[in-house]
């Protein structure tokens, strides 16, 4: 039996700024954000929601649907992690009540470690039919105010219950690879906004489409036609049209037109686009978004995926949807998250931008701002303390 993904949910801050009040106070014509990068919003975390809040705001639905004493492993993946010692994990252990006899770690490789998470749950699940994974994908994208990354940012966790007896999706052994030390983007342990070449990364991600498309197909001797569709690692959904297009290029196909780029990567950026990048969960808030959006049925046809974390490492994978996926969405949960957020003015996002979690250790009680089942309620003698909204 093959492993894979039984159950996926999306959660993101209540919180948007319109790329239309950022483009009006950077002076830029909108149509290079809603165009050039094909972004209309973004999201923004209040004050009291972190990746930790996020992402067992995300899981929780999960938790309604299996047995919460059968999660024998959680593997937290995240860009924006919140302590450099202890994983975010084990917090999220806790607010979600999961049992003792579990293996909780986090996993660091900018935006691709959501997949190794995917990968090694997958692998840790074979042959135990009776225990489930959860894998979490959390993070806060954060560039510069004014730099030319501030557009993308947004946030978002992804959590999926990963098994021997998938319900959505099995994956496929083959993986193409490709890990190179560059420096395309990192944020040293100092900074809470990232660094960025921004030019070189999308190029770096690019090169790396090629590579790792034809190290997989070395694998598989598979060919673009066998895909129904391709979910890519997102930094802003126009880079899911360049990185298809080089995609089909590597695979022959010189000059795509723009409706067969579509026809493979439309259906999954519907989402991202209201979001801004989420990193780890980028790729995977797309593979919600294609399940949830897709009107035509999917169940028996093969998914490509292509991560790339920068730094850089990347992965092109596959699976295949199941037969009667669409009994076990939480499609409706994702609209009405996406449809019921509160919109910033330009100076609110600045404010809660600057804001940081005091450093010098005495007692905080953080302010509450909407978020989902969970909080992040303040700090005190340096550790993080988190409730549960009633
Ligand atoms: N109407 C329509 N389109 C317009 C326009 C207008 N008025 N003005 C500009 N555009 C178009 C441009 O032609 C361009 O399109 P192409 O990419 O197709 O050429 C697009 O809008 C963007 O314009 P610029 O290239 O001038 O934008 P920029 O240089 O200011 O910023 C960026 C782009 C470098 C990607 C920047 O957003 C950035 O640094 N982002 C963060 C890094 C990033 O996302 N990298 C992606 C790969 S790395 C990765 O994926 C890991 C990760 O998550 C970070």
Known sequence: MKTGIDLISFYTSRYFLPLQTLADKRGVDVGKFHVGLGQERMAVP??????????ASAAKPLLDKVDKSSVSLLLFATESGVD???????????LLGLPSRCRVVELKEACYSGTAAFRFAAALMEGRPEENALVICSDIARYDLGSPGEPTQGCGAVAAIVNAAPRLLTFDDASGLHAEDVMDFWRPNYRDEALVDGKYSAKMYLNIVALTWTHYVEQTGLDVDDFERICYHLPFTNMARKAQAQLFRAAGIKRPSDAQIDEKVAQTLGYNRLTGNCYTA?????????????????????????????????????????????????????????????????????DIFNLKV????WEYVFAQYRTGPFRFGGVSDHKRHYEEVE
Do not use: W
């Open 46 to 55: 209040p004050p009291d929601e972190d990746v930790v809040t996020m992402a």
């Open 84 to 94: 450099q010692s202890k994983a975010a994990g084990l917090f999220v252990h806790k």
């Open 282 to 350: 980028s790729l995977y808030e797309g593979f919600a978004c294609l399940l949830d959006t897709c009107e035509a049925d999917l169940s028996g046809k093969r998914i490509g995926f292509f991560s790339y974390g920068s730094g850089c490492m990347g992965e092109f994978f596959s699976g295949v949807v199941q037969d009667g996926y669409r009994a076990h969405l939480f499609a409706d949960n994702h609209k009405a998250l996406l449809d019921n957020r509160l919109e910033l003015s330009y100076q609110a996002y600045e």
């Open 358 to 361: 005091p450093e010098d250790g």
